[in-house]
């Protein structure tokens, strides 16, 4: 008849081999503390197997064996307790420990100093041991204390309110643990009392139990991994049982053999499992963190369209008065300009235009990303706003040998909009044909179409100049996007007048876009607004004067 003791010893080994693999993980804390659990089972294994030989040199063999594995406890349980406050151990401090203790196995198998010989009295096992024992006692006891002399100096420093249940958990759970064990296997050894010596693997059992519940528990919050963990351990429990029941040496073999397989595959499954959970958790976190940096992009944002706005304010007022001193001097208000000094004037006074329209645009851009533009929106005639440009810009066409046709088909038909914005809109236009087209002509024309049933005046500006090519045409509305061929015509300029246009035609309800054949071969701009009172639903909840 089977030992009860060797099948209690069996189980302990099955359920602590099971806690070392539910505690792996892929950190070093982790897969110290499995290091740990793992020496823990390999004990209790040695000794079922202690148990299990009746054979005098194989009695002996596992009998020293049992305190040759007790002895890795205590060094996994300091590298454990070292990694899980210092995060790692120096290499040769680990070098060192790890001699120490494989020096005392080989000490325990091959010489008499700590085990003389092993004895059998009945059903009860024990050991006469050699005159280096206490060697053995005082060894055990430092690791052990200077595994909780750490965990404790990590207790005391630590903030994080979990963390330091972590560490509750580790010290209460390995001071019951060893309470129970060396009560069975160090203290009773010591007065010849071996009959609760299978015992001591209960007490450890307990302590990792607590140990892994206090490392693991938020991973095991995770319904899937928790399901996966207690299926795969029943399935391994049935069939360790299995193990037992055999009538012949074949079946024996084969409940083996499928044991083994079990253990394989369904730790496979619980790492697959595992794997898949800490990948979601790591989405999350990811995520988390691209919000985070998301966020933290649009205050510097915010930021930046604060300072570009500030700084445009402080700029305007000087150049507007620089403009307005330069034209007096041009116009001889303080005399008449001498040939030779009117032409620098000039180019001050067209560089300090250019400097009033670049921060323009910046204030605009400004207004746009902060939500604060204003429309002052009124009926309007489109063509008189065009005329307007038109007119503005006449001279520095002529200059350009650029003719300027204009063709009004809309007549009087009103769009509803705000003419100042529209001014600019249709300006910035006018402003890129003359820039980008070296002579030749500019076609303007407005005429009113329909389209889904609704009337519309299209404004179309096709100019002879460079073109725009495939790969400019998607990025023509973005803002600080500039052409290649743009900014080799025109150095200065910021890209974002035609940004601006866009949002304001969309924010009148209708839309502006470009076509062109290609590079050499000209462009023409489109603009479609509704015919007032006709408009979209968009602009029939804005009231004038509010901000967008």
Known sequence: MLDFRIVILLLITFFVAWLAIIAYRKSRENLAFSLFVFSVGVWSLALAIFYWVSSSPYNELWGRAVYATGSLIAVFFYQFAAVFVFKKINPVWRIVIFALAFF??????????????????????????????????????????????????????EQDPSRRVQYLFIIVGTLIGLILASSTNIILPWFGRFEFLWAGPIGVAIWAAILTYGIVKHSLLDVKIIATEIFVGLMWLIFLVNIFVFGSFTELLFNLVLFLATIFFGWLLIQSVVKEVIQREELERLTKNLEEANDRLKELDRLKSEFISLASHQLRSPLTIIRGYISMLLEGSYGALSPEARKPVEIVMSSAIELIRLVNDLLNISRIESGKITYDFKPVILGDVVKKVLEAVREVAREKNIDIQFADLAGEKLVWGDESKLYEVAMNLLDNAIKYAPQGKIEV???????????????????????????????????FVRSDGARAAQSSGLGIGLYFAKRV???HGGRIWAESPGIGFGSTFFIELPVYPVRSLVMSDVIAGTET
């Open 104 to 157: 005392l196995i080989y000490i325990y198998i091959f010489t008499p100093l700590f085990v003389k010989n092993v004895f059998v009295d009945g059903s009860v096992k024990g050991y006469i041991y050699g005159d280096a024992r206490m060697v053995f006692d005082i060894y055990f006891d430092v690791y052990f204390l200077a595994g909780f002399l750490t965990l404790w100096r990590g207790f005391k420093g």
């Open 445 to 479: 024309e407005l005429k009113e179409i329909r389209r889904d049933n609704k009337e519309n005046i299209l404004m179309s500006c096709k100019d002879s100049g460079m073109g725009i090519s495939k790969d400019d045409m998607p990025k023509l509305f973005n803002k």
């Open 505 to 507: 035609i969309e924010d």
